[in-house]
């Protein structure tokens, strides 16, 4: 079992930027992948960013340029920088965690006002 914890979130204007930080503990494989993904009000949950352990990454095209998704291995803590937030980015922003498995967090919101 892997259980998630997550901080940061919350509520910024447009142009503005947060920073998204979630800890892994549990069973954690030292070959990983870890992530962001968000689920808005009646939309399905979409990939934001993944990271694995070989630091190699991929990022949602809408987010590319904005968001830096980075990780401490040592640590087991995943960190997504959000900048030039938009209000489309509004939703709950999920961690996860995968190795043959997906686990996630419990979200964190985060609303962008116009």
């Known amino acids: 079992q892997v259980q998630l914890v997550e901080s940061g979130g919350g509520l910024v204007q447009a142009g503005g930027s947060l920073k998204l930080s979630c800890a892994a503990s549990g069973s954690i494989s030292s070959i990983n992948i870890m992530g962001w993904y968000r689920q808005a009000p009646g939309k399905q949950r979409e990939l934001v960013a993944t990271?694995?352990?070989?630091?190699?990454?991929n990022y949602k095209d809408s987010v590319k340029g904005r968001f830096t998704i980075s990780r401490d291995n040592a640590k087991d803590t995943v960190t997504l920088q959000m900048n030039s937030l938009k209000p489309e980015d509004t939703a709950v922003y999920y961690c996860?965690?995968?190795?043959?498995?997906?686990?996630w967090g419990q979200g964190t919101q985060v609303t962008v006002s116009s």
């Open positions: 996860s965690y995968s190795k043959l498995k997906r686990y």
């Open positions: 990271i694995a352990t070989d630091g190699s990454a």
